[in-house]
């Protein structure tokens, strides 16, 4: 006498899971306020906190985290008895497009200064850069848009930029770019996401 | 043999009498149980990024440019020609970098 019939029934997946677009990416000073979770969405709430837009990018915001592990293994087993995280590495990067003098500095490590002297009688106006190598920590957040159509910040109190740049100049090839890695130096768990998911009942 | 037991009668009262001071320690104590909430968490992270960014040096301090420039920009702070609040991490970086630029920087004192 048969059994009960055997039944596949594999589970659903969700397609409005399944996320796409760009990535905006913010810098300010570490210690800055993030906006308020209403506004957690809002340019304006941000850059009128001090948080500054890195501007149009060559392709878009990458982030990157890369942790490297210690197996512990004993001659009894062959799979390792536990996998432990000896380093671990989280990355933001991106090319940015926008050719100013403080996205050359992010990406050239943030230890710049810029000086800026108004136009007067005899003197033009003008911004001077002085590079350093005494790189600036700094703030930085990913900002995009969940599937509720709501924003999703990824926030990271502290990173540094180091990373090699290279920008060539084209007569039309391309636009001038400014490769930048900003790589977080806080501990993880200052790093947070924040997810917006419905809209406040009052 | 019961008269030993008659001082110890009023005893009770006192600790009755300053019941009222005591009380609300422990009401006070309750809500740090338990898990942080959404909102818990989230102010916790702020106010550790908050430490983390000021570490021990102290207080801000307010700073404005003078001279012939109109501004100063470093690690992501703009100085101006009004006095504006820079954290006291970044103070020594940022006087140093407006020697280095040629820029004249000062202090509120």
Not at chain 1, 83 to 111: H, K, P, R, Y
């Amino acid at each position: 006498m048969a059994g009960p019939p055997l039944v596949y029934t594999p589970p659903n997946y969700v397609t409005n899971n399944v996320l796409y677009g760009v990535g905006i990416l913010f810098t300010a000073v570490p210690g800055t306020a993030l906006p308020s979770d209403q506004n957690l969405g809002v340019a304006t709430a941000w850059t009128s906190l001090g948080w500054a837009y890195v501007g149009a990018t060559e392709a878009g915001v990458t982030v990157t985290f890369n942790p490297s592990t210690q197996d512990i293994n004993i001659e009894e087993q062959p799979t390792p008895v536990a996998v432990i995280v000896s380093t671990a590495t989280l990355q933001v990067t991106c090319s940015m497009s926008e050719e100013t003098l403080s996205n050359v500095n992010m990406a050239w490590g943030n230890g710049g200064s810029i000086a800026v002297t108004p136009a007067g009688a005899g003197q033009p106006g003008k911004s001077v850069m002085t590079l350093s190598t005494n790189f600036a920590a700094m703030a930085c957040a990913v900002i995009g848009k969940n599937q509720s159509g709501y924003a999703r910040v990824l926030s990271i109190p502290t990173v540094m930029s180091a990373g090699q740049v290279q920008t060539a100049y084209r007569r039309a090839a391309q636009q001038r770019l400014y490769p930048t890695t900003l790589n977080a130096t806080c501990p993880f768990n200052q790093i947070s996401w924040t997810d917006l998911t419905a809209v406040a009942t009052s | 043999m019961t008269e030993p037991a008659k001082p110890a009668d009023p005893a009770p009262p006192a600790p009755a009498a300053t019941a009222p001071a005591p009380a609300p320690a422990p009401q006070a104590a309750q809500p740090a149980t338990g898990p942080l909430s959404e909102a818990e968490q989230r102010q916790l992270s702020t106010l550790l990024a908050r430490q983390a960014a000021v570490g021990q040096t102290g207080e801000p301090v307010r700073m404005k440019v003078t001279g012939g420039h109109s501004s100063l920009s470093y690690g992501g702070l703009t100085v101006g020609t009004e006095f504006t609040t820079v954290p006291a991490s970044m103070v020594a970086a940022i006087t140093e970098a407006a020697a280095d630029a040629g820029v004249e920087i000062t202090q509120e004192s």
